[in-house]
């Protein structure tokens, strides 16, 4: 149901210089996060579709209460933040849907199944301590696999593309994993 209160959005920058953080007063996923790389992969998502239709937006993606909106080089900040404000705004007052939660909930379970110790340690490590952080620059870290001490990690958001995520994987997610789990010997981005 769209809604019918006045829906603020400010815009934050991130680590990514091509990456805005939009954070709304409203809830836009009841939990978890989605990356719209394309717009082709979009289709689930009326607000990720309204955003591509503006020229210069290379991706979206979407948390509980954020949209982290990336751009391409040939355009500035100062000629897309105010109509990705706008039409963030407009999709709240005029969408039934924004994105489809089904899509995290099929993504979630397909993931959780038949989990190893070892992985199990790991995607606690990463809910309760990692992703929060990593979401308060606007992405989100996901757990593709784990295999003979090497862990495979998914950057989305402003982190995928960010110029210091080799930093981020290498220094802060490796050596927190690490700490804890010393069968990790190292942490990859998929």
């Not at 680590?15 to 007063?25: E, G, M």
């Not at 407009?90 to 110790?117: C, H, K, M, P």
Request: charged content about 25%.
């Amino acid at each position: 149901m769209p809604t019918t209160q006045p829906v603020h959005v400010s815009a934050q920058i991130t680590p990514n210089p091509n990456t805005l953080k939009f954070v709304v007063d409203q809830i836009i996923l009841d939990y978890g996060s989605v990356d719209f790389a394309t717009k082709e992969s979009a289709s689930t998502s009326p607000l990720a579709k309204r955003l591509f239709d503006i020229d210069g937006v290379t991706s979206v993606f979407a948390g509980t209460n954020f949209v982290s909106v990336s751009k391409g080089n040939n355009v500035d900040w100062i000629d897309l933040a105010e109509p990705v404000t706008d039409t963030i705004r407009d999709a709240f007052l005029t969408e039934t849907v924004l994105i489809d939660q089904r899509i995290i909930e099929e993504r979630d379970a397909a993931g959780n199944s038949d989990n190893t110790e070892i992985e199990r340690r790991i995607r606690e490590i990463l809910e309760t301590e990692i992703r929060p952080a990593v979401a308060m620059d606007g992405g989100d870290v996901l757990f593709h696999s784990y295999v003979d001490g090497i862990v495979t990690l998914q950057l989305q958001g402003a982190c995928s593309t960010c110029p210091s995520s080799t930093m981020t994987l290498k220094l802060g997610i490796e050596g927190r994993l690490r700490e804890e789990i010393p069968e990790i010997r190292d942490v990859v981005q998929l």
